[in-house]
């Protein structure tokens, strides 16, 4: 069949006949891009290599390269201007989204129209880095002999409670994970990362918000008991700094935040658990 142009209307019959074509890998690929809104072609290829589908990292990286462009070629995903790493990095380098009958494919009861213009660069560099936290806590897991059981992204996975005048409260996670161990032991994770870009006092507010949150017992009333808040930040000055703040704070409890500046890490945290 005939594919559509990048601004061409893909009709409803179109689509159809368009995901008739599509394999498990495809709707993976496209599923992701549905939770993290964007990603690169690496950290795609990485999500997927975990499944073990591919013979190496190469491979996947390869063959996932050749999907994207087959899935733009469909009307179903488009790549931005912009590249992390420079035109030099290639295709690999291209930061993918999907396009409306992408997301009409993979979301066919959706009644809200989803953003197609350029983000902003802090935007985006936010919402790359929630896509390569997940990256690290499912490989952190994976190679651990556990898995990624669960997942949720902004915004299925804020929380919101009523306050004592009756306000409603919100939480806002950046990303939510439930990691399972290869002994069927799961950790429960709420993670908020920080690119530098927020003001100290921000982030510790964000804290107390939490232990509000915690002190309402509407959590643990769910799942008997408060998930580990971890904090990734990728300076560790900051990190520093942030680790001082909330040991001075007397009202917060023990434990309830764990404090990661790199990667390994947050990779140990995973795998060494809360």
Not at 27 to 50: D, E, K, N, P, W
Not at 76 to 91: Q, V
Not at 134 to 155: F, K, M, S, V
Not at 192 to 212: F, M, S, V, W
Request: hydrophobic share 35%; glycine share 6%; with cysteine.
């Amino acid at each position: 069949m005939s594919t559509p142009s990048t601004s061409a209307r893909v009709g409803r019959r179109q689509l159809q006949a368009i995901a008739d074509q599509l394999d498990t890998i495809d709707r993976q690929l496209l599923g992701l891009l549905v939770a993290h809104r964007y990603a690169t072609t690496r950290q795609l290829a990485r999500i997927i290599s975990l499944t073990g589908r591919y013979a190496s990292d190469r491979s996947a990286l390869r063959q996932t390269s050749r999907r994207l462009s087959r899935h733009r070629q469909l009307g179903l995903t488009d790549h931005l201007e912009r590249r992390i790493g420079g035109a030099k990095s290639g295709s690999t380098s291209h930061v993918w989204r999907l396009r409306e009958p992408g997301h009409r494919l993979t979301s066919p009861d959706a009644t809200v129209r989803k953003r197609t213009s350029e983000p902003s660069y802090a935007f985006l560099a936010h919402t790359l880095a929630i896509t390569e936290a997940r990256l690290i806590i499912e490989q952190a897991a994976h190679h651990a002999g556990g898995r990624l059981t669960l997942l949720a992204t902004e915004p299925e996975c804020w929380r919101t409670w009523h306050g004592p005048a009756g306000t409603k409260r919100w939480l806002k996670p950046d990303l939510e994970a439930i990691t399972t161990t290869a002994h069927g032991d799961q950790d429960h994770w709420l993670l908020e990362i920080d690119l530098g870009t927020e003001n100290p006092a921000r982030l510790l507010a964000k804290c107390h918000d939490y232990q509000t949150h915690l002190n309402t017992g509407t959590e643990q009333a769910t799942h008997g008991y408060y998930p580990q808040v971890v904090w990734l930040l990728n300076n560790p000055d900051r990190a520093t700094r942030l680790t001082q703040q909330i040991t001075n704070q007397a009202t917060f409890t023990p434990g309830l935040f764990k404090i990661t500046a790199s990667p390994e890490e947050l990779t140990r945290l995973i795998q060494n658990g809360p």
